[in-house]
């Protein structure tokens, strides 16, 4: 287990190494524009000197590659710089989005574990049967609606029949709970139901295939209870590669948190990546972009070590089948 731990630790790292340099060549040469051409207009007095001296200002005016190891240097010692727009410290932005973001990430991923898990149980449970049928169809249109289109339809149909949408200023918790409540309610709950749908077909398939399963029916034959046969037998066996679903829908997650949090005017870091694109932030954007990228590796990393942990019988030896 150590030596594939550390195995996937140094592939982390070279994935991050080579992700973040494709990254940060492709925003410096890829866009029509320059981000500096975009804060100094051609009408300005002296544009090309001003342009010149903001780009001495800023680190952008050596080789492409200097300025990449400069950023890399910067990024592992903690020095991330500071937007192109604002000239506010990257790192000090993110100290105050990510709490927004971690709360809607984490939450949303509640909702996805209380939202399949049991749809799943009870559609295997119900195999052909009308509620099957009906759980099957709600799955796979979840699967098919962007969570941009969830969220419209929850705001318009609790604002047409109801009367209510949530704040649109939004509160931190500790100044007022009951408002913030009120503003993360409705999208940590889209956050949730996008990746739901996954998530309720593998419940489904993989129950039906271990209810199939010799132990089951000899726990059957031995005269056991349905419930006892599908919580102590059935159920556990599905828990264990539900982790590894689980936590491949994390990058779902965080795609779903830029959507939601532009259409919930939320301050957290999916919209301030996006606003970084929009505005070509070279530092912000990379940088979070990066940061998010190891958030989705470790995550993989954690969730097939807790697959191990939690089932003795996966092995992660070399040379082990």
Do not use: C
């Amino acid at each position: 287990m150590t030596d594939y731990a550390v195995r996937r630790v140094l592939l982390l790292l070279v994935t991050l190494l080579g992700g973040s340099a494709l990254l940060f060549f492709a925003m410096r040469t890829l866009p029509p524009r320059d981000a500096i051409d975009l804060q100094v207009p051609p009408q300005t007095p002296n544009a090309e000197e001003t342009k010149q001296a903001l780009r001495r200002q800023l680190g952008l005016d050596g080789p492409l590659y200097r300025q990449y190891l400069s950023w890399l240097k910067g990024f592992f010692t903690g020095d991330w710089g500071k937007s192109l727009h604002s000239r506010r410290p990257i790192v000090q932005e993110l100290k105050n989005r990510l709490p927004v973001s971690f709360e809607l990430g984490l939450i949303g991923l509640f909702f996805t574990w209380a939202f399949s898990f049991p749809l799943g149980v009870l559609s295997a449970l119900r195999q052909d049967r009308p509620v099957d049928y009906v759980l099957r169809t709600l799955a796979y249109a979840l699967d098919a609606m962007p969570a941009i289109l969830i969220g419209i339809l929850l705001l318009t149909y609790l604002a047409v029949n109801f009367g209510w949408a949530p704040p649109t200023t939004f509160t931190y918790f500790w100044d007022d709970p009951w408002r913030h409540v009120q503003i993360m309610a409705l999208p940590t709950v889209v956050v949730g139901i996008t990746s739901a749908g996954n998530l309720v077909r593998f419940t489904r398939t993989f129950l039906l295939e271990v209810l199939r399963q010799d132990y089951i029916r000899t726990a059957r034959a031995k005269g056991l209870s349905e419930q006892v046969v599908l919580v102590r037998h059935a159920l556990r066996n599905v828990a264990l590669p539900f982790i590894t679903v689980l936590g491949a829908s994390v990058p779902t997650l965080l795609t779903s948190s830029v959507i939601v949090e532009n259409l919930f005017n939320l301050p957290g870091m999916g919209r301030y990546t996006f606003q970084a694109l929009i505005s070509l932030d070279y530092p912000v954007f990379v940088t979070t972009t990066v940061f998010y990228a190891v958030v989705i590796l470790v995550s993989q990393l954690v969730t097939d070590l807790a697959y191990a942990w939690a089932d003795p019988r996966v092995s992660y030896a070399r040379g082990t089948p």
